[in-house]
């Protein structure tokens, strides 16, 4: 069976991993970044270069994108030389960023009108996830758009669950990085006491992380804070990006989180002092400013 011609734009900390798995499954795969050089690894294994997102959609059967700001993901997808301008009936787009609900349903209705199946499926599980072919992935769209691209889906995840119509999977992301941002003040903090405490981190870890307090975050950022490993799996600057989209959605529907206020102003003065490149983890260093 001849396999479709997959396009993959936004290959980045998590996207490269996510392309590398689709292009060693034996699809043909079509790249574009606006850095050329993140993705030589990939065109070194044999996918080929587009020097648009215009060119790509004339390209590829099925294009999916992880790119940064909801900004970027209109320009990609909406622009004159973006994505569904240039698209043809039958074709299909996954945008895999975290963005906004509002622009997930917008680019399904531009999408419709030309003809083209949309889905926005945001991942979770940060590098290690991307690396290991294991993300969570959160679909909105029509079912059956999301039945058909579940091939694909597999090839780069496991936790793999469609939520509803257009914008739905954007919305469950955001329930996602609520938990995730206070829980990871919690992290930091019991680091922090066992270390006051003069306990041994990871021998607390031992105990703490498979028990009633366990969490992703806990087992997996948690070894890289005792180590101060603070290369980002997920950058903090997008993990505000986030956040802000977030309290923007929960103050429509008029519901307060003050959690999630708490750690985005604790991210927001780290990224100040000059972390934004940083991974999520490095939170603990607030503690030391």
């Keep these: 069976m001849i396999k479709k011609k997959l396009g993959f734009i936004g290959t980045g900390v998590m996207g490269k991993s996510m392309a590398k798995h689709l292009l060693?499954?034996?699809?043909?795969?079509?790249?574009?970044?606006?850095t050329k050089t993140k993705a030589q690894e990939l065109l070194d294994l044999g996918a080929s270069w587009c020097e648009s997102p215009a060119e790509l959609a004339e390209q590829a059967d099925i294009i999916l994108t992880i790119i940064g700001e909801p900004k970027d993901v209109e320009e990609v997808y909406l622009g004159a030389g973006g994505i569904l301008p240039n698209s043809r009936p039958g074709q299909m787009v996954i945008d895999m960023t975290t963005s906004k609900p509002s622009l997930a349903k917008k680019i399904y209705e531009r999408a419709k009108e030309r003809g083209v199946h949309a889905l926005d499926a945001?991942?979770?599980?940060?590098?290690?996830?991307?690396?290991?072919?294991?993300?969570?992935?959160?679909?909105?769209?029509?079912?059956?758009?999301?039945?058909?691209?579940?091939?694909?889906?597999?090839?780069?995840?496991?936790?793999?669950?469609?939520?509803?119509?257009?914008?739905?999977?954007?919305?469950?992301k955001m329930c996602n990085q609520i938990a995730i941002a206070s829980n990871m003040i919690g992290v930091c903090e019991a680091m922090l006491y066992a270390h006051k405490a003069g306990l041994d981190q990871e021998t607390v870890l031992k105990s703490i992380s498979t028990g009633a307090a366990g969490s992703w975050s806990l087992s997996q950022l948690a070894p890289r804070m005792i180590k101060q490993d603070y290369k980002p799996g997920f950058y903090i600057k997008h993990f505000i990006k986030d956040m802000r989209i977030a309290l923007e959605e929960a103050e429509r529907m008029d519901l307060p989180l003050p959690g999630l206020e708490k750690a985005k102003e604790m991210y927001g003065q780290l990224a100040a002092k000059g972390e934004q490149d940083s991974g999520t983890q490095a939170l603990i260093k607030y503690w030391n400013e």
């Design 24 to 34: 060693l499954s034996g699809y043909p795969l079509y790249i574009y970044n606006r």
């Design 122 to 172: 945001p991942v979770s599980g940060g590098d290690i996830g991307a690396k290991e072919g294991t993300l969570a992935i959160m679909v909105g769209g029509d079912r059956e758009a999301f039945q058909a691209a579940r091939p694909i889906l597999d090839i780069i995840g496991e936790n793999i669950v469609y939520q509803g119509g257009p914008g739905a999977g954007q919305h469950t």
